[in-house]
């Protein structure tokens, strides 16, 4: 909560976070840039990942929601503060799509809970959604009426 109330109180504050491969030996290298200026800052991510198996999901508040998708091996869901550095796991959706495609993926605060919460959305007809609340580590699939 510090981090969130001194990024909306501090205009210069705003950052660009950026993802691509290092060319010297193809792990995923992010980047933050302020947005008034042309200053490249790397960051260390807490994961080593390989070239083209890493995608920035979303950002809301200072925070990312970053996809790592490890060779023989499940995608992973990591929830990331460049700012802190700090990291965590997230648990894998309960709710697998019936056909494989990209879903979409949402961040935010819910001020009601005080806390944040991702959504998912898989693009698979009849649409699937389910939104995990990170105070409770679990995802609840969403039905909707018909």
């Known amino acids: 909560m510090k981090h969130l109330n001194h990024a909306m109180n501090n205009q210069n504050s705003q950052k660009l976070l950026i993802c691509r491969p ?5 792990t995923m290298c992010f980047y933050r840039s302020s947005l008034s200026s042309v200053d490249v800052e790397k960051l260390d991510f807490p994961v080593n990942c390989l070239a083209r198996h890493c995608k920035i ?3 809301s508040n200072g ?3 970053i996809l790592v998708f490890v060779p023989d091996e499940v995608e992973q869901l990591f929830l990331w503060n460049p700012s802190t550095g700090e990291s965590i796991i997230l648990p894998n959706p309960q709710f697998p799509p019936r056909h494989p495609s ?3 993926y949402g961040l935010g605060y819910d001020s009601t809970s005080d ?3 991702i959504l998912k959305i898989d693009m698979d007809k009849p649409y699937s959604t389910q ?3 990170l105070k409770s580590g679990s995802w609840q699939k969403i039905d909707y009426p018909r």
């Open 63 to 65: 925070l990312s929601l």
């Open 102 to 104: 990209l879903p979409i």
């Open 22 to 26: 290092c060319p010297k030996d193809g």
């Open 57 to 59: 999901l979303c950002c």
């Open 131 to 133: 939104v995990l609340a």
């Open 115 to 117: 806390g944040f919460k």
